[in-house]
């Protein structure tokens, strides 16, 4: 369901660092919520989005991150995360791990201001992993993500 119209004066982005915690107006459980029950069918599992959480807010060397929050009218429209690997070269300076988007808010360009202000802030290399099937994927395509590599993985 796509609202008939969305004000884009109406939509606020705020970045935080991890390490600067949440925003007064967002609590932890409620973000946690969010990233699980908007990414679905390809949403992790609540402990999952939990460590990532946990990393992304570590202020250790080689750790932490930042977030990209989106309000429509004072309710969490979308949710970027973003984790630094504290590396660069052949394993890129960050991964983009999260990208959520309500669905009755998709196809108005939320996620790709999200996206955008992500390429903008990171000065080294970035990567994320899409499933074929995703139709995001088209939008990462045009913000110019190639495939660089398939990923396999072994399952015990």
């Known amino acids: 369901m796509r609202p008939e119209k969305l004000d884009p004066e109406a939509l606020e982005m705020t970045i935080r660092d991890g390490s ?3 925003p007064d107006w967002l ?3 409620p973000l946690v919520d969010f990233l699980h029950f908007n990414m ?3 949403e992790d599992r609540i402990p999952d989005i939990e460590k990532a959480l946990d990393y992304c807010m570590d202020s250790e060397k080689g750790k932490g991150g930042f977030l990209v929050l989106v309000r429509n009218n004072e309710e969490l429209a979308g949710v970027l995360v973003v984790l630094h690997t504290g590396m660069s ?3 890129p300076d960050h991964i983009v791990l999260f990208v959520s988007v309500r669905p009755d808010l998709r196809g108005h360009g939320i996620g790709s201001r999200m996206v955008d202000a992500t390429l903008e802030r990171c000065p080294g290399q970035v990567k994320l992993h899409v499933d074929f099937d995703n139709p995001a994927k088209h ?4 913000k110019g993500f190639i495939a660089k590599y398939t990923e396999m993985r072994y399952l015990k």
């Open 139 to 142: 939008l990462y395509e045009r």
């Open 40 to 42: 679905k069918p390809y």
């Open 89 to 91: 070269g052949y394993i």
């Open 27 to 29: 609590e932890r459980k």
């Open 20 to 22: 600067q915690g949440l």
